[in-house]
């Protein structure tokens, strides 16, 4: 593992370097001067960097590659398609053969799909079905519905080389597709870091190629802390609420291809969950921890970290603030806030994207524009994630209010709604940056 | 199993019925006659409708229902929040004790989240931490961050009653969590049919609910079928092509959370395929099989189907219009097409959508609404699926042409785009659906 330095100045992998970013001993002391939200993104990426080292790649059949990422281009050994071939079920003739006006031309055998066929003699049209290879001398294709008779001669009659059929002209190349035509032998089919999702393996299998070196799964030791939460299933006493960070989050990352190990709920107890980390951390790739981050007066993460490098800051960022970052006993940690929207945010905000650029996968969150359904106010240092649901003609409802305890509200949503830093209020029919969820 | 008219009057389910339905004589006779994309739709519903039996549902710990359908409404058995708490660490007040400009209160013993806190003395502030339950008496949070001083004084202080704080006036409510301001006890808090993804799984978690019914995952028997294919990794003689549908579908049904049991090629032997779905059929819920559908010479699937009440007909769609449905041996069937785009598209447009309506999974594919970065044509009594990237500014651009053996260009897509039955030629710049894969 290398040295980490998870407010480094290295923001390899962000769009938009910092005017000024603060060394640790300036964010030590300036504790409200807040990270952006690229700059907390370039640090987790800093962190998690060591996951792309070569040591963390396997070969795997296709089948299991779902949902992984490349690890190096992927070279075309064949074209596609590898032979010129016929777009539909009909007739391959020699266009010089036919007038303008069409003609007579005499049935050879048929070429079935996979058969390789012998070369059409001049005059000919030989009956061929879709994805047929095109007999050598062919340069067009004339569909069956076009021919007279309409329907293929039953094979003995066809063998016989004395049936003809009548066909209109066609151009060169008339439902002919081109060998090559969708990608050359040689050029690169898939580039590294490319996600691997259905139609990229489907590439990869048409290409001939039956197995792909990719990113190990990442796996995640998660834990959930609080005196105040209770299992779903449980009693729950006054004051306390039931733990739905776990569930969010641990779902949450399978559906992004990570491999999670849950640690149960874990009370205000700092000795207890240095004692957790020190028995599971080690197995894992990176530690998440939920809640105990903020400036309250009993943060247990933030105690259980005291002798460990690992920074409490705050991002510019809402909901989703108070973060923690850096190492325990040299495994990578990130300290989430303990409200769910919070959880969620960060995940999708830091830890999803950083994964993606690093690894290929998960794949990332396409933005797309939308228009605002109501108007809407931020605060205007922060960059405001809202929850809504993206409308068929466009235009997207908030979901909830800016708070951060909503599950209800998150749970009827389908889209986060970007609000970035230095805007403060936005007017109905505004168009802002949406992700689907 | 109830009785299957895969091409019966029912339409429910379809928002557009058509205005005559073709009876079955009538398609054989004419055949050119297309079945519109929502008729044929509401067909696989039909065929499909026995899946959403009770007979079909299990109890899931709420981790490994991830991507599952919801059975029946939830109803929440508590309110979220279960009690007002407080939104800040800050201090808790009755806001009739600070006048307009603030005062000065006497510090009560601090209320952690999780604890039941005493009621609220007039004259009086009790620290509290974020989530902390609001003590009786108590209607207002001041932040720590605005009090003076603002930071919270050791224990041993605090419990002595002798030290006071600085605060300013807050409204009633100020950065308050009220009981049941996300959702109230009784109400419904998912309705039966949800998509259950992470955010819907945290809300069942917060409302303590540790297990859910969901509809069981439907499995599927997928053969791959053609004289022409071979597997990859094997040597690619003249005229053949690697087998890519395999690879694509059952890739693309697993993310959509089906199981999947793939039965390799199947060679243009008609008897060899029956057997093939006589040994492992029965043992799935749905066969799906890709090629021998059209009106070539070489039609297995249709071959191997003749003595089945199958119906191979042709959907006004492209690319995937040759389509055949029905069951066999009274197991549900459904043909798609041989070439690899077809078979996507048919998944998507048939199979995925039918199954998200019927049991809740997988979730649908959002219609956005996208501008076309170029000019296309579409055959005007068809509708025509084309692939795209969708750009940042809301324009989507073509990748590849119409024809539906394009996987490289497929594999660069990040969108299906629709272009309506009745439309034959769109300009750069026109607003058109697109879903996003």
Known sequence: MTSLQPHGTSLSGTSQPPTSHPARHQEKHHRHQARSVAEHAAAVAELLQPLRSPGRTEVLPLGEALGRGLVKDVTAPISLPPFANSQMDGYAIRSADLPDDGGELRVMRPVPAGASPDALQRGTAAPIMTGAMLPEGADAVVPIERAVPDRFLPPTKQSTAQATVKLP??????????????????????????????????????????????????????????????????????????????????????????????????????????????????????????????????????????????????????PGGPQGIGTFDGQPFLGFPGNPVSCLVSFEMFLRPVLGRLLGAPAPRLPIRARLGQPLTSPENKHQVRRGTLQPDGTVELQGGESSHLMHALAGSNVLLHVPQGVAELGAGAEVEVWML
């Open 169 to 318: 002209a066609a151009a060169p190349g008339t439902y002919v597709r081109e060998a090559g035509s969708d990608v050359q032998a040689g050029q690169t089919a898939l580039g590294a870091g490319t996600f691997l999702g259905p139609a990229q393996l489907g590439l990869l299998a048409a290409l001939g190629i039956p197995e792909v070196t990719v990113y190990r799964a990442v796996t995640v030791l998660l834990v959930t802390t609080g005196d105040e939460v209770v299992e779903p299933g449980q009693d729950l006493p006054a004051g306390k609420i039931y733990d739905s960070n776990g569930t969010l989050l641990e779902t949450a990352m399978r559906q992004a291809g990570l491999e999670v190990r849950r640690a149960g709920i874990v009370t205000d107890n700092p000795g207890k969950l240095r004692e957790l980390l020190r028995a599971e951390g080690a197995a894992v790739d990176l530690i998440v921890t939920t809640g105990g981050v903020s400036k309250g007066a009993y943060e247990v993460v933030r105690q259980a970290m005291e002798d460990q490098p690992v920074e409490f800051l705050h991002v510019a960022m809402q």
